[in-house]
């Protein structure tokens, strides 16, 4: 089993969908995990840390499932400035950041 | 934005070349790190530093070497280019640790013939 694993997509969704990506991972000792996010040709770019509890931040929900094993990430009323590759990351039982291929998301008009 | 550099931003070389990307960081960020992305996989680290002279190798080390001699600045050397060397190179800081959010550069565009 691959250490953090996306479904690849592509997503292609309307603008003002709302769209839902997993991610899971294999270590049951990963302690930190964030969403990233890529435009093409640009580098990663922090999107939200995901805690314990869940966290959102405007638009954007990120959950944490410890039991299962998996991170969500939701966005709701879709922009087209959202399209872009979201990076799900885990961290190795507290070494280095282990980061998963990508989803990616293209919002349509 | 994270005051990250990186320098070139694009590089053609030939095989067998010796290469040397920098990265420059602003912010005093005790951690930094140097990633290749590649089509099909993710992210990927090569080596990174937890300190001035303190290095350590990462996933895929090998054909690659670094060094830090002043807090803000990390060099990725490739001895000996090889054509599998080609990919975009990203480097990384953070100022916490390894298991911390991590900010990136805008990343060098390596091409090996």
């Known amino acids: 089993r691959k250490e953090v694993e996306q479904d690849p997509g592509p997503f292609n969704v309307p603008e003002g969908a709302t769209v839902a990506f997993n991610c899971t991972y294999s270590?049951?000792?990963?302690?930190?995990f964030f969403w990233y996010r890529q435009d093409c040709r640009k580098e990663p770019k922090l999107l939200m840390s995901?805690?314990?509890s869940g966290n959102e931040d405007g638009r954007f929900t990120a959950q944490l499932n410890r039991a299962s094993q998996y991170i969500s990430l939701l966005i709701r009323d879709s922009k087209l400035s959202d399209s872009a590759t979201y990076l799900c990351?885990?961290?190795?039982?507290?070494?280095?950041?282990?980061f998963g291929k990508g989803t990616t998301l293209s919002v349509s008009s | 934005d994270a005051g990250i550099t990186q320098s070139p931003r694009h590089k053609v070389t030939e095989t067998g070349t010796p290469v040397t990307l920098r990265c420059h960081q602003t912010e005093n960020h005790r951690y930094m790190y140097w990633y290749r992305q590649d089509p099909g996989h993710g992210l990927r680290l090569i080596h990174y530093s937890y300190g001035v002279k303190d290095t350590d190798k990462g996933e895929v080390s090998d054909g690659y070497s670094v060094s830090r001699s002043k807090t803000e600045d990390f060099l990725l050397t490739l001895e000996s280019a090889t054509s599998s060397q080609t990919s975009v190179y990203f480097c990384?800081?953070?100022?916490?640790?390894?298991?911390?959010?991590?900010?990136f550069g805008p990343g060098t565009r390596l091409t090996v013939l």
């Open positions: 995901v805690y314990s």
């Open positions: 990351v885990v961290n190795q039982a507290g070494t280095a950041l282990i």
């Open positions: 270590n049951s000792a990963s302690q930190s």
């Open positions: 990384a800081i953070s100022e916490l640790g390894l298991a911390n959010e991590q900010f």
